[in-house]
C-alpha cells in the first residue's frame, strides 16, 4: 500500500466522519468524490491489465559471443478500453538484456511491437522470460501486475578466432586405415549403391546404374581414410586460474573507448575462457578443412563429443563449450591415460591445459609409444594470478618432441596459433 492510497483513505474516513457528524452538504459532496475516486480508481486499474496479451519471438535461440541475439516483443490490447500505460518487466537470465519498458496508449484492439537487440558478452545458456505485466489507474492509486510464464531459452556459443595455419598442419597429419563407416556426407571413398529415398541430394546419384536399372539409385560414401584430431580440454579445478573480473556492459563500437581484440571481444582473464576459446578456434579450422574432430573434458559432468565433421559436428562443439566449467576433480595426467587407450594410431591429439605437474606428459608420451600424435596449447597460468614453474613441462615436451604452444593473458590468440612453432616455443 502506497502513501497515496494511505492519505486517500485517511481523507475518505475524514470526509465521511465529518458528513455523518454535520450532515452538511458540502462534506457529504466531498465523502462522494473521493468514494468515487477510490471506488473508480480501483475498477480502473483491475481492468488495466486485463484482455492483454504480450508474445515474444527469437529469431534464432543461437548466438556467439560477439554476435546479437534479437527478440520481437509485442503487446495487443483486446480489451474495450484503451491502455494509458502498460509495464513490460522481463526477467531474463542473459546479461544486460534489456527488455524492460513501459508501453504507454494502446489503444483499444491496438498492438505495439519493438525489437530488442542483445550484444551477447558471456558464453552460457541463458533463459528468456518470462515476464511480468504492471499497470494501474491514472492517479496511481492502484497497481496491478499480471505473470506471465511463457518463458524460452538461448544457447550462447564461445568465442572463435581465425587461425590461418596451425603445426603440424592439416598436410602434415597422418592418415590411417580407412574406418568402413557410413557417412551421409559425399567423400572420396565410395562403399556402394542404393535405391534413392527421398530426401537425397541429386550429386549422389550414379547415372550409369540408374540408367541400367530404369531407376534412380544413389551412391553410399564411407569416412575417408585419415585420422581424427581429439581436442582434450583441461577443466580440473585445481589447474584452473582466474583474476578478478567484472563483467562490462557492451558499448556502441562507434563511442567504445577500449581496443577490441580480433575475437570481437574482451575475455575474462581466466585460463578457463582461454581455453574455452582455444578449443573451439582448433575445432572450427580443422571442420573447415574437413577433418574429423572430438573433443574430451570432465568437468562438472563429462563433455564427450565423438569425432565427426562437417557444420552439425561444428555445432555439437559450440554447445559442448558454451557450458562448460572448471569445477571438476580429474587431473588431465588422469583423463589422457584412461580414455587415451582408445585412440587409434595415426591419431592427434590437442592438449589445452594450464597444469604446471609433468605427469600429464608422461601421459602423452605413452600414447606417443603407441602411434598416437600430440599437440600441446599450454596457457600460463602465472599471467592470470598464480605462480607456476613450468620447467619441467617444457622440458619433457621438447625432450619428447611434443609441439608446443605457449598462450599467456592479453595475446592474440589468432597471431599466437597461427605462427610458425619455432616461433612460439619459448
Known amino acids: 500500500m502506497n502513501s497515496r492510497l494511505i492519505f486517500l483513505l485517511l481523507g475518505l474516513a475524514a470526509a465521511w466522519i465529518i458528513a455523518l457528524n454535520t450532515g452538511r452538504e458540502l462534506a457529504f459532496s466531498l465523502a462522494y468524490l473521493l468514494t468515487g475516486i477510490v471506488v473508480g480508481s480501483y475498477w480502473w486499474a483491475w481492468n488495466s491489465v486485463r484482455g492483454v ?7 534464432s535461440r543461437r548466438s556467439q559471443v560477439g554476435q546479437y541475439v534479437e527478440e520481437q516483443f509485442e503487446v495487443t490490447n483486446r480489451s474495450f478500453l484503451p491502455k494509458l500505460w502498460l509495464e513490460i518487466d522481463d526477467f531474463s537470465t542473459l546479461p544486460w538484456h534489456s527488455a524492460s519498458r513501459v508501453v504507454s496508449a494502446v489503444r483499444r484492439n491496438g498492438t505495439q511491437r519493438w525489437l530488442v537487440k542483445t550484444l551477447c558478452m558471456q558464453r552460457g545458456h541463458f533463459r528468456l522470460g518470462p515476464v511480468t505485466l504492471r499497470s494501474g489507474d491514472p492517479l496511481g492509486i492502484f497497481r ?3 505473470p506471465l510464464s511463457g518463458t524460452g531459452y538461448v544457447i550462447v556459443y564461445p568465442p572463435t578466432v581465425e587461425i590461418t595455419s596451425f603445426e603440424p598442419s592439416v598436410s ?3 592418415g590411417g586405415e580407412a574406418r568402413h563407416r557410413r557417412t551421409y556426407q559425399v567423400t572420396s571413398s565410395v562403399a556402394g549403391i542404393r535405391d534413392y529415398v527421398t530426401g537425397d541430394s541429386f550429386n549422389r546419384i550414379h547415372w550409369p546404374t540408374t540408367a541400367r536399372l530404369r531407376r534412380l539409385m544413389v551412391k553410399e560414401f564411407e569416412l575417408d581414410p585419415t585420422a581424427d584430431v581429439w581436442i582434450y580440454l ?4 585445481s589447474a584452473a586460474a582466474a583474476l578478478p573480473w567484472t563483467p562490462r556492459p557492451p558499448e556502441s563500437p562507434i563511442f567504445s573507448s577500449r581496443p577490441r581484440r580480433k575475437t570481437g571481444v574482451e575475455l575474462p582473464p581466466s585460463t578457463t575462457e582461454y581455453g574455452v576459446t582455444i578449443a573451439a ?3 572450427r579450422y580443422f571442420i573447415l578443412r574437413n577433418r574429423a574432430v572430438g573433443m574430451n573434458s570432465r568437468g562438472r559432468t563429462r563433455e564427450f563429443v565423438q569425432s565427426d565433421r562437417g557444420e552439425r ?10 557450458v562448460v566449467e ?3 576433480d580429474l587431473p588431465l595426467a588422469d583423463l589422457v591415460a584412461t580414455d587415451g587407450i ?3 594410431r595415426n591419431d592427434t591429439l590437442i592438449a589445452v591445459t594450464p597444469d604446471a605437474d609433468p605427469s600429464w606428459v608422461a601421459a602423452l608420451q605413452m600414447l606417443q609409444r603407441r602411434g598416437v600424435n600430440s599437440v600441446v596449447v599450454l596457457i600460463d597460468a602465472n599471467t592470470f594470478g598464480s605462480q607456476r614453474t613450468y620447467d619441467r613441462v617444457q622440458a619433457e615436451l621438447l625432450a619428447s618432441g611434443i609441439p608446443l604452444y605457449c598462450i599467456r593473458r592479453d595475446d592474440d590468440l589468432s597471431t599466437v596459433l597461427s605462427a610458425p612453432l619455432h616461433q612460439e616455443t619459448r
Open 53 to 59: 496479451v504480450a508474445r515474444r519471438r527469437t529469431r
Open 313 to 322: 559436428q561444428l555445432h555439437k562443439f559450440f554447445e559442448a563449450l558454451a
Open 234 to 237: 583441461d577443466l580440473c579445478s
Open 172 to 174: 602434415e597429419l597422418s
Open 144 to 146: 496491478r501486475e499480471r
Open 342 to 344: 582408445r585412440l587409434n
Open 281 to 283: 578456434s582448433l575445432a
Open 326 to 328: 572448471a569445477v571438476g
